[in-house]
């Protein structure tokens, strides 16, 4: 190939294609190389959140909770609807539309910013060169100056339960079932197996959800896990902590999963479809020739420093196949960071606000330190909390589970970390992500005029409690 790149970015997911774009942007001359094929065998940008991720779960998630409204809740509006049904077809096949609109979307986005794009795999090879091999198996070389790599992650499989057809599936085929299942296992109850488990049990399956770990949802704090358990419980999830999954067998059109429960005892469920979400891992087996240079651990992460380079100069890595959160939204700004870098402009990202977000209904979000972190650094902290039973807005929405909480550091008031359950978390969190990014205090939030009534004065009112504040709940005594 005559042509030389000054950028050639390997995987157009969300790090990868706002990491070329942004690179264009800048004047830099940059490629991107994709190798996601759909359904129909057409090439798509987007990766797998645009593909089989975040997008078509949000849309499937939508769908579901506005059927369940419907069913379950417009009457306390007044609203009578009489029978309601969920014709699921139509329900996927608009999924798909907004898949296609989106993909499309990033390919007319290169064309805007001047991307060439490549379909087909990328190899990183010594000296920052490039292997192409397209779809058809021809291979080139390409000459580039910079090399970013977001080749993204793919789902963790396990032995006991491997996939089948159509009945195990991972979080791509449970996008895609035509009916309901009336019996449906998930193994997992992390953001994937909650997500998906919703969906399908707003729709009237029987959902068990199998989780290995003695504790749920571990890595938030500990406040949110304990009350989205509650509300779970209330929607009929039934999540089983403790359950070890050992064996499964598919008998015509079920499967008959065997796990051991929380005793250490035995157990065996039969399910229509189940659903395997127990993770995922980063996509870097191939991507590298031997003598590339480039270094990773024994979990196939790429080693980076936090501005994202490689052990080799010239050579990025960003996204899920690096340390952090396998998020997004953290592979875009890494992906616009390292770009403004190659450009020759200073860039940083700040780790400690990232917000993270399980799209369930009521949503959890939060960012920053949660209690049991600060806890086990021995940080000395104050807390406020603000239910949205006590929010007037939310109160209007029927939509008063949950509540936000504000940790902020005893002796500077810094905000150290926000924890939100409830209706609009994943919007509210944005709040606390700017206020902690310009370093404010719980007091600054208090002193903020927010609007009336919206849910996001529950931030405010949460900011107001840290300091035993608060105006539209009782203040707890102080010592």
């Known amino acids: ?83 309601v049904s969920m014709d699921v077809d139509a329900m996927v096949n608009r999924k798909d539309k907004i898949v296609d609109q989106l993909t499309s979307g990033i390919t007319g986005l290169f064309k805007a910013n001047g991307v060439t794009s490549f379909e087909g795999f990328g190899k990183v090879l010594a000296n920052k060169k490039v292997e192409f091999t397209a779809h058809d198996g021809t291979v080139t070389v390409i000459e580039t100056e910079n090399v970013i790599l977001a080749t993204g992650s793919v789902p963790v499989n396990i032995p006991p339960a491997p996939r089948t057809g159509d009945i195990i599936v991972d979080n791509e085929g449970a996008l895609d079932f035509r009916a309901v299942p009336k019996r449906l296992g998930v193994i997992g109850a992390g953001v994937i197996g909650l997500e998906l488990g919703s969906v399908w049990a707003r729709l009237g399956s029987e959902v068990v959800v199998l989780e290995a770990q003695d504790s749920f949802l571990s890595l938030c704090d500990q406040d949110l896990a304990k009350e989205a358990a509650k509300i779970f419980k209330k929607q009929d999830l039934d999540i089983r902590l403790g359950a070890r999954v050992t064996g499964s067998q598919i008998n015509g059109e079920e499967v008959e999963v065997t796990y051991l429960d929380a005793k250490g005892e035995e157990q065996k469920q039969t399910f229509d479809k189940l659903i395997v979400a127990v993770g995922r891992k980063p996509f870097t087996q191939g991507c590298f020739s031997e003598d590339s240079g480039v270094k990773l651990d024994e979990r196939g992460f790429v080693f980076v420093d936090e501005q994202c380079r490689t052990s080799v100069p010239g050579v990025y890595a960003i996204g899920d196949i690096v340390r952090g959160p396998m998020l997004a939204h953290k592979a875009s700004e890494e992906g616009v960071m390292v770009a403004d870098i190659i450009a020759g402009h200073k860039a940083q990202m700040n780790y400690d606000c ?114 035993n504040h608060a105006i539209h709940i009782a203040n707890r005594k102080k010592r």
């Open 354 to 467: 990232i917000p993270s977000v399980i799209y369930t209904h009521p949503e959890l979000a939060w960012v920053g330190k949660n209690e049991q972190e600060l806890k086990a650094e021995g940080v000395k902290f104050k807390v406020g909390k603000f239910p949205f039973a006590a929010s007037g807005r939310a109160m209007a929405a029927n939509d008063t589970d949950g509540f936000v909480k504000i940790i902020a550091c005893e002796e500077t008031d810094r905000i150290l970390g926000c924890h939100i359950i409830g209706g609009h978390a994943a919007d509210l969190i944005a709040q606390a992500v700017i206020a902690m990014e310009f370093g404010s205090t719980a007091e600054d939030i208090a002193l903020t005029v927010f609007a009336h009534p919206t849910v996001s004065e529950a931030v405010h009112e949460a900011a107001l409690a840290v300091d």
């Open 1 to 83: 190939m005559s042509d030389k790149f000054d950028v050639v970015v390997i995987g157009g997911g969300p790090g990868g294609y706002v990491a070329a774009i942004r690179a264009a942007q800048l004047g830099l001359k940059t490629a991107c190389i994709e190798k996601w094929l759909d359904k129909d065998s057409k090439p798509r940008l987007g990766g797998t959140c645009l593909n089989v991720g975040c997008i078509p779960s949000k849309a499937l998630l939508d769908s579901s909770h506005k059927y369940h409204d419907a069913k379950e809740s417009y009457g306390i509006h007044g609203i009578n609807v009489g029978d």
